[in-house]
């Protein structure tokens, strides 16, 4: 059974910044691509951010340049670096950990934006 827990969401000004993370019970981190997606009212799921167990990175265009997802093999943790928030990053972010016939995802954590 693999569990994923976020942490580190909050309110945070426009401008500011805030650090997710992740941490992935279970044998199966180190072998799996980690992901963050994040969900706003009445929107689809979206993509964040990947990282596979080697150390690729894929962002959407959204964050480009402003969020920074790593991992931790040891700790069994990903984290999510989010700077310059706006308003509209206003989510619930979710982890996600993918193999290639499964994947898991945490409970989500709120991270509000005001203006």
């Known amino acids: 059974q693999v569990q994923l827990v976020e942490s580190g969401g909050g309110l945070v000004q426009a401008g500011g910044s805030l650090r997710l993370s992740c941490a992935a019970s279970?044998?199966?981190?180190?072998?799996?691509?980690m992901g963050w997606y994040r969900q706003a009212p009445g929107n689809q799921r979206e993509l964040v951010a990947t990282i596979t167990s080697g150390g690729n990175t894929n962002y959407a265009d959204s964050v480009k340049g402003r969020f920074t997802i790593s991992r931790d093999n040891v700790k069994n943790t990903v984290y999510l670096q989010m700077g310059s928030l706006k308003p509209e990053d206003t989510a619930v972010y979710y982890c996600?950990?993918?193999?290639?016939?499964?994947?898991?995802w945490g409970q989500g954590t709120q991270v509000t934006v005001s203006s």
């Open positions: 279970g044998s199966i981190f180190r072998r799996s691509t």
């Open positions: 996600n950990a993918r193999l290639p016939h499964v994947a898991y």
